[in-house]
């Protein structure tokens, strides 16, 4: 059941009258664009409502301990890292070798802890330079880090990568960044086709981790934009993260190549089943603050579950998105729409790390999917599958008409 539309107007009236504020017309419902008959901000309610969610300061981590390597030592990223993460409070380990050690616990739990609280800084290999494609985000994966300090119980990392789950940084950025002419335009590698229209060839740095939960600590964000800035060619960044920190980001020098997407779900499931991540309404502050920076913006809705009354949970979610982005001139937003799913291995390490987790994953209750790789996935079953898409493509088309939804899978 949607929710009627006076019921949220009188929501935001006792917010605003909560706040003492003046209440204005009801805006345009979930128009993300400036309406073209008027001045933006003036008459648009949204930054206001904003202003009245309780506000926190943007969410940080900060490792308890940092391993470097001494390969990584001879670039000035690590020695950055190591400077502020000792600013922190953290614990500096220089190892003896360019092998990680020291990543395991007593336990399984054990282990989970202590890498989740460790960050190491080592050197991107060749291997690791060499970009592969990455579909159905963009023309090519760039990684500037892998894993994450968050503890999202669902988190699609658990069958991607292996062994204990710390989060490495790339302290070799110019070598990373070198090598992306090559898969520009013009370089031996560049794609025969575009996968995003209208952005050029896109380079996507947030397939292995949450970049911006690492900002403060390394700074490499900031460099890749200004490098996607200054780079005069056809080209798009695109990352997206479950935080809020952008701070010394809006300064950025972008050239508008960069997209910016804010990972997303229905309130029930950010607050329950995503710890150590900005809440909701900040990220939502932050997607603001993006779009007013005259980055591109986006919307990642993943992954996407059909919890109880999930029509009112992701109604609102939109909702609140569109009024995040009422009144800010030029907004070029996308959606990004992603259903939960599982394999057999992410399931494993899911319930070792999150054994009393609440998040469904009975293959039993699955439609079996098979890559192309003859892998197999447990994705939602086909006919709710349906619902949740013929609900989404109206729902999405309503709350944020300008939006363009790149893919729903
Ligand atoms: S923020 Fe993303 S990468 Fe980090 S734990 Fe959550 S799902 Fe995993």
Redesign the pocket.
């Given at each position: 059941m949607e929710r009627p539309t006076s019921e949220i107007a009188g929501e935001r009236a006792s917010a605003y009258e909560a706040a003492g504020t003046k209440l204005p017309a009801e805006p345009a419902r979930g128009a993300p664009h400036v309406d073209p008959d008027s001045d933006g901000e003036a008459m648009l309610p949204a930054e206001r409502l904003l202003d009245i969610v309780p506000t926190r300061a943007p969410k940080r981590w900060k490792p308890r301990r940092v391993l470097v390597t001494p390969a990584a030592l001879r670039w000035p990223l690590a020695r950055r890292v190591v400077e502020r993460a000792a600013a922190m409070g953290a614990e500096v380990t220089e190892l003896p070798a360019n092998r990680l050690t020291g990543l395991r616990g007593a336990t399984d739990r054990e282990t989970y802890a202590l890498a989740k609280s460790t960050l190491a800084v080592v050197e991107a290999p060749p291997s690791k330079r060499r970009l592969q494609p990455i579909p159905p985000s963009a023309d090519w994966r760039v990684d500037l880090a892998e894993g994450?300090p968050?503890?999202?119980q669902?988190?699609?990392?658990a069958g991607s990568l292996t062994g204990p789950p710390v989060t490495r940084v790339y302290a070799n950025l110019p070598e990373i960044l070198d090598g992306l002419a090559a898969y520009g335009p013009g370089g031996p590698h560049e794609p025969a086709t575009r996968r995003r229209e209208g952005e050029g060839i896109t380079f996507e740095a947030s397939c292995y981790?949450?970049p911006l939960?690492l900002e403060e600590l390394t700074g490499s964000l900031a460099e890749t934009i200004a490098f996607f800035g200054a780079w005069d060619a056809d080209v798009g960044l695109r990352w997206t993260t479950?935080f809020d920190a952008l701070g010394p980001l809006l300064d950025v020098d972008h050239r508008r190549r960069t997209r910016i997407r804010f990972?997303v779900n229905a309130r029930d499931v950010t607050s329950r089943l995503?710890g150590g991540?900005a809440a909701l309404p900040e990220r939502l502050g932050a997607l603001r603050a993006a779009a007013r920076a005259g980055y591109r913006v986006g919307l990642t809705i993943a992954p996407i579950f059909p919890i109880p009354e999930w029509r009112e949970g992701y109604g609102e979610l939109l909702r609140d998105a569109a009024a995040a982005l009422a009144g800010v001139p030029d907004v070029d937003l996308t959606v990004e729409l992603i259903t939960h799913r599982f394999t057999a291995g992410s399931r494993d390490v899911l319930l070792s790390w999150y054994p009393r987790t609440k998040v469904e994953m009975d293959p039993g209750q699955r439609t079996v999917k098979r890559t192309k790789f003859g892998s197999v996935k447990y994705v939602l079953p086909r006919e709710v599958m349906t619902e949740l898409r013929t609900w989404f493509e109206v729902a999405v088309d309503r709350e944020l008409p300008g939006a363009r939804v790149l893919y729903w899978t």
């Open positions: 994450c968050a503890h999202c669902y988190c699609y990392l981790t949450d939960a479950k990972s995503e991540t």
